[in-house]
């Protein structure tokens, strides 16, 4: 089951840039859309780690035969970075209900990352650790409070880290929501789509 209409503005946002971006429901039997690699490399994981990974790498592929991709197993280097065909970029997450993936062709995109998360309200602890001392100044209460940025900011490390290999702080990432635009501190840009709803979905995109 889609949890991304057609009438998303976040699908629309993706299909501006030749991005292929869905999401579904984690369903029993998931697990069996791992390809035999892949399940061993997840070894004795626990089924619900088993089904989400599934799903997310059912659905990348599915998205991946809309581009002509050649159908692969999709797995991940010593950093836990998906793999790709040659010539196409991707993303994928997943939380305890749903999963999530987005693909381009390297032509397109330089590099993409995705996350989602339930909305819900953060530990006012885990909210001094999210947003830097300008984003506080920024934005009210009720958006700190949140997930919104936690859910960008992941978003923006998955599209920042396959290239760079750099472990970034939450506070590494200044996220500027009206222009749609995150900096690393060391200089990266992506520019970002975010969507609220029950759930909270991001899709970031190197820019430099």
Known sequence: ??????????????????????????????????????????????????????????????????????????????????????????????????????????????????????ARRLEPEMTALVATPAERARYDDELLGGVALFVIKEAVFKALFPADRRFLEFRDVEVDLEAGIARARYGARCAFFWESGVKIYALATRES
């Open 1 to 118: 089951m889609t949890v991304l209409p057609i009438t998303s503005p976040l699908r629309a946002w993706a299909e501006r840039r030749n991005i292929l971006i869905g999401a579904r429901a984690i369903a029993p039997g998931d697990e069996a859309k791992l390809w035999p690699e892949e399940a061993r490399r997840l070894g004795s994981s626990l089924l619900d780690r088993l089904r989400a990974s599934g799903a997310a790498r059912g659905l990348a592929r599915d998205l991946l035969s809309s581009l002509l991709a050649p159908p692969c197993a999709i797995l991940a280097d010593a950093d836990r970075v998906p793999l790709w065909p040659p010539g196409f970029v991707g993303s994928l997450a997943h939380d305890e209900t749903h999963a999530l993936a987005a693909v381009a062709r390297e032509t397109d995109v330089a590099a993409l990352g995705v996350d989602l998360e339930p």
